[in-house]
């Protein structure tokens, strides 16, 4: 009888910690997603100057111009877009940052 009540309470402890290991984990989960979905969204504009230095033989100057002319979409709303040509013949820097919500 005391083995058993011994084997509960070691199980109810293994049981907790797990529990405080997954809350803990929880955060570190969202930021690795946040950090992928910005690097997907970059990858994205990316690939989309380079389909129009192809198919014009120059990088786009803007975002505006991928959004008006290859059918870009952008949530403005929840990202900045920094878009910086470098010449016609150089590839532009692209950097995506989520927007801080204020609650």
């Known amino acids: 009888m005391q083995k058993n009540k011994k084997l509960r309470y070691?199980?109810?402890?293994?049981?907790?910690?797990?529990?405080?290991?997954?809350i803990a984990n929880i955060?570190?989960?969202?930021d690795g997603k946040q950090e992928k979905s910005t690097k997907s969204i970059e990858d994205a504009v990316r690939k989309m100057a380079l389909e129009c230095y192809a198919l014009e033989g120059s990088f786009p100057p803007s975002v505006e111009y991928l959004k008006e002319n290859y059918g870009l979409?952008?949530?403005?709303?929840?990202?900045?877009y920094h878009y910086q040509a470098n010449g016609s013949n150089m590839p532009p820097d692209i950097r995506v940052m989520k927007k801080w919500k204020e609650d």
Request: aromatic share 28%; with cysteine; proline share 0%.
């Open 27 to 30: 955060d570190g989960f969202w």
């Open 73 to 80: 979409i952008v949530n403005d709303n929840a990202y900045f």
């Open 10 to 22: 070691v199980s109810l402890i293994f049981v907790i910690a797990f529990i405080f290991m997954c």
